[in-house]
């Protein structure tokens, strides 16, 4: 039997608050896997497993749990529906075959809806749709389906008929495919306009059976090409098992041989009480057994896999092996990131970025005498989630993150008190800006004393263009500059750029090393690391810098009252908008805003829409600050412009 045809590795996505977490939990139940319901506002959900979430009733990180479904194993991950949690979202796109979207039949599409919309797409994942919570006072099932066609996709298409909504006993009163001819000729106009053959044979008037409809469904859902939908009260388990069936029928089996070498992706990393440190772990492609050391193609080194555990409902259990299609929990792996790949990344899918974190926060401990806890604390959420980016300037004795938003910082108090024992606050974030030359400049750097060290060069920088990131290249000639030299030169440009001349990271600019010269006996490797920030400051101070300013692109609706007033609001946060339209009493606006300025706003924008208003933000890039703005960053480290004092700190040589 093909072991890949029968799994699904699905992800379930939401926006806040949707009803996610609880179909979750009603999967497992209806599918066996659990004999007793959680409840998430009782705080007793399978994949609630931290304090913080079983308190609030949110999910924060990311739980696997596993179905067993008429012979088809469902890998089903629950992720965070808070905007705030972005990069768990985001590292859970990558190692999934298909998704199952949840909607409120009530609020219907959200803000954070549409940026999940979006990112599913980027990454091709067919997806079936869940319109919930259709036993709510205000659930229009009809109206959320309208509205996804408007917002999301046209090529929806409802797969059951619902009576009742909005009632303590709402309905399904049919399903596809057994839904009679009526609801197959419409579902059929649905798939014509997905399907040109199709098209072509239904203008001809040409019979089409149901069940060749029905053929065509799966084909074209499992390729993302249309997106089915059903409807229910997840709590009162009212079409969970349509949900399952759909899961089963509609998204696409994993694929990949067991046979081709090992191609494996590390997507989340934990530090669990029981199990220690482990690597959740998606196999795309090969076999892998413990005790089998693997290549982490990510970092170039190699690791000895200790001991392989499967998910089986909500528990785990240890495996012998695990093969492509699967998903497990790896042990032994103690340099290995989330993100890294293990083996051969041409299997592996690209990730998709959601929200780039473009706030910093001070975290300030209440006890001073216990920052060494601290520092292991936040060591150890920084593994677990890379985007916090943890960084301690032991001159300052600060500790500082990264942060999407105000929830985060909330939240990280929690986790510090309840998994370390640790009571912290946070100061308000500070937004991080971005450096870019002003100018094309040269730099130069002769570092040939103390002896034995030479590595004499000249940079040549230019601005590149917005959003180019970095870019290098050589004219020197491998006889002056050893190609190995030259290599450690490429190796230390990322972190000589990540400080400029304001203390922030440099980008969008091109690097050409344009002369320079290496000893046949006094040069080494480490000669040219140490040198290359020297050059590249020299030539930055030459250039100049200016300062970026991280943007957000967004879409916003509320009530056609407030609209001249939320106009208002934009003028004030310097926000690029396109004509606003205004249609059935809503007031609706897109354009990019500078993050700073808005990082409040969505707050106040429900407070005075009574919370009918929508707002989705996605990060757009970086552009230049307004003339004569300036913000410093407290440099980290000693200044490769203060030069001796820099190669006395390199060489480790500074009392």
């Known amino acids: 039997m093909d072991h890949c045809g029968q799994i699904r590795n699905i992800g379930i996505f939401a926006h806040v608050d949707a009803g996610k977490t609880t179909l979750t939990e009603r999967l497992l139940f209806t599918g066996g896997a659990i004999r007793t319901l959680g409840s998430v506002d009782e705080g007793t959900a399978s994949t609630d497993g931290l304090d913080v979430e079983r308190e609030r009733g949110i999910s924060v990180r990311a ?84 509205d996804i066609g408007r917002l999301l996709s046209p090529q ?20 596809w495919p057994d839904s009679g001819p ?54 009162d388990g009212i079409g969970v098992e349509a949900v399952l069936e759909a899961i089963v029928r509609y998204l696409p089996a994993a694929s990949g041989s067991e046979k081709a070498p090992l191609s494996a992706l590390v997507y989340k990393v934990i530090h669990d009480p029981a199990f220690g440190r482990v690597c959740f772990t998606r196999f795309f492609q090969g076999r892998l057994v413990p005790r089998d050391v693997v290549h982490n193609a990510s970092q170039g080194t190699e690791e000895k896999v200790t001991l392989l555990r499967k998910v089986r409902g909500s528990r785990f259990d240890d495996a012998d092996y695990c093969v492509a299609g699967d998903m497990a929990l790896l042990s032994g792996l103690n340099g290995t990131r989330a993100g890294d790949i293990l083996g051969d990344p041409s299997a592996v899918p690209p990730p998709v970025r959601l929200l780039e974190p473009l706030f910093r ?37 600060e500790l500082h993150v990264r942060i999407v938003g105000l929830m985060q910082t909330q939240i990280l108090e929690s986790l510090l ?8 606050s946070f100061e308000q974030p500070a937004t991080i800006y971005r450096e870019t030359p002003l100018a094309a400049a040269e730099g130069t750097v002769e570092y040939t004393l103390p002896k034995p060290c030479w590595a004499v060069m000249t940079f040549r920088i230019e ?33 000589a750029l990540e400080q400029g001349l304001f203390g922030w990271q440099v980008t969008d600019l091109k690097v050409t090393l344009v002369g320079g010269e290496d000893h046949e006996i006094h040069s080494r490797p480490s ?36 609209g001249r007033r939320v106009l208002g609001d934009l003028v004030r946060m310097r926000a690029e908008i396109e004509s606003p339209v205004i249609s059935g009493g809503q007031f609706q606006v897109k354009g990019v805003v500078p993050a700073a300025d808005s990082m409040d706003y969505p707050v106040l924008l429900g407070t005075r829409s009574g919370g009918r208003a929508r707002m989705a933000t996605r990060f757009s890039g970086y552009r230049e600050c307004p003339e004569g703005f300036r913000a410093e ?21 500074l009392g």
């Open 361 to 397: 926060a001070r975290v300030v401990p209440a006890e001073h005498d216990r920052l060494p806890a601290l520092l292991e604390a936040l060591r150890i959420l920084d593994e677990e989630d890379p985007f916090l980016d943890f960084r301690y300037d032991p001159e300052r004795k």
């Open 463 to 495: 601005p590149g263009e917005r959003g180019s990131g970095l870019s290098f290249r050589s004219e020197v000639s491998t006889d002056a500059i050893h190609v190995k030299y030259q290599r450690e030169v490429e190796r230390a440009l990322p972190a």
């Open 63 to 146: 739980a696997i749990v596993s179905i067993d479904w008429q012979g088809t194993t469902v890998n089903v991950v629950d992720t965070p529906g808070h905007v705030d949690f972005s990069a768990e979202v985001e590292r859970c796109l990558q190692p999934l075959d298909g998704a199952v979207l949840v909607l409120s039949a009530v609020e219907g599409v959200q803000a954070q809806t549409e940026v999940l919309w979006q990112a599913l797409r980027e990454r091709g994942l067919p997806t079936v749709l869940f319109i919930n919570k259709i036993d709510r006072m205000g659930a229009d099932p009809a109206r959320v389906v309208d």
């Open 417 to 424: 008190q309840s998994r370390f024992g640790l009571t912290v």
């Open 633 to 653: 960053t407290p440099r980290r480290g000693i200044d490769p412009r203060d030069r001796s004092k820099y190669i006395l700190a390199a060489r480790k040589a």
């Open 182 to 235: 009526d609801f197959a000729e419409k579902l059929l106009e649905g798939l014509a306009d997905a399907d040109e053959t199709l098209l072509d044979r239904y203008l001809e008037g040409e019979e089409i059976s149901p069940v060749e409809v029905d053929e065509k469904l799966v084909l074209l859902a499992r390729k993302g090409a249309v997106f089915p939908v059903l409807f229910g009260a997840a709590l």
């Open 527 to 562: 000669d040219f690391l140490i040198a290359t920030p020297m050059g590249i400051m020299d030539a930055l101070e030459k250039a100049g810098t200016r300062l970026l300013e991280p943007m957000l692109s967004f879409s916003l609706t509320v009530p056609e009252e407030i």
């Open 156 to 175: 929806v298409l409802p797969l059951q008929i619902v009576a009742g909504a909005g009632t303590d006993s709402p309905a399904i009163l049919s399903t």
